[in-house]
């Protein structure tokens, strides 16, 4: 069955940490990857994305992906967290006319 | 530019009635996909649309159906309302015809069901 993990659901951090969330996923046949944001009070917005190529991808504010196959995983990564990065993650995974989204990431971050 | 707009915002119905949601792409965009989002899960593919065909569709019962007009807008229908719908929807747009794409969302029409 196709799904996608999330495996941390809350995380805070303080300011200036580093961040990682984890990704897994399960679709069979070529799949497409991304990491969505939702910033409180808006709407779902593109953060990164990977078609192929290149498995670290870098996105917006700062953000890096690393696509590794073996793992099947799809990890969001960003050196150092700003107060403004407290948002909800959601990592999906997309192949022919169908996206799966994972439960999502809620990420405090304490100034 | 306009982005994404879903009318109405909100919306209370009672269980067996039926609800008509409505939602605007981005301008140039062709394809719209519909997502439910129930509290504490991601969104979940509900139908998408390009240039008005059917295009692929998520494990929802056929009490859902959808349909894209020639100004690209679209409409989801959810027929004999249950408990369980209650839920916020999304509706996403998109260039086209590659799939998939980054979708642009809206804001949601957030659905109660008493």
């Known amino acids: 069955a196709q799904s996608v993990s999330q495996h941390n659901h809350h995380v805070i951090l303080s300011e200036a940490a580093s961040l990682e969330l984890g990704c897994n996923y399960s679709?069979?046949?070529?799949?497409?990857l991304f990491w969505y944001v939702q910033y409180p009070g808006q709407h779902l917005q593109l953060l990164l994305k990977?078609?192929?190529?290149?498995?670290l991808v870098k996105g917006i504010k700062g953000f890096e992906a690393e696509f590794i196959k073996s793992k099947f995983s799809f990890n969001l990564r960003k050196p150092s967290v700003q107060w403004s990065d407290t948002a909800e993650y959601f990592c999906?995974?997309?192949?022919?006319?169908?996206?799966?989204f994972g439960t999502g990431t809620r990420l405090k971050v304490l100034a | 530019d306009a982005g994404v707009t879903q009318s109405p915002t909100h919306l209370i119905k009672t269980r067996g009635q039926h609800v008509t949601l409505r939602c605007s792409p981005i301008?140039?965009?062709?394809?719209v996909s519909w997502y439910q989002q129930v509290l504490g899960q991601g969104p979940q593919f509900i139908f998408q649309?390009?240039?008005?065909?059917?295009?692929g569709r998520g494990n929802f019962p056929d009490r859902f159906s959808a349909r894209q007009f020639p100004n690209y807008s679209s409409e989801l229908n959810v027929n004999a309302l249950l408990l369980g719908d209650s839920a916020l929807y999304l509706c996403?747009?998109?260039?086209?015809?590659?799939?998939?794409?980054?979708?642009?969302f809206g804001p949601g029409t957030r659905l109660t069901v008493t």
């Open positions: 990977y078609f192929s190529g290149d498995p």
């Open positions: 999906a995974a997309a192949g022919t006319y169908k996206y799966i």
């Open positions: 301008s140039g965009h062709k394809s």
């Open positions: 649309y390009y240039e008005k065909e059917e295009r």
């Open positions: 996403a747009s998109s260039l086209g015809p590659l799939y998939p794409d980054e979708q642009y």
């Open positions: 679709y069979g046949g070529t799949v497409n």
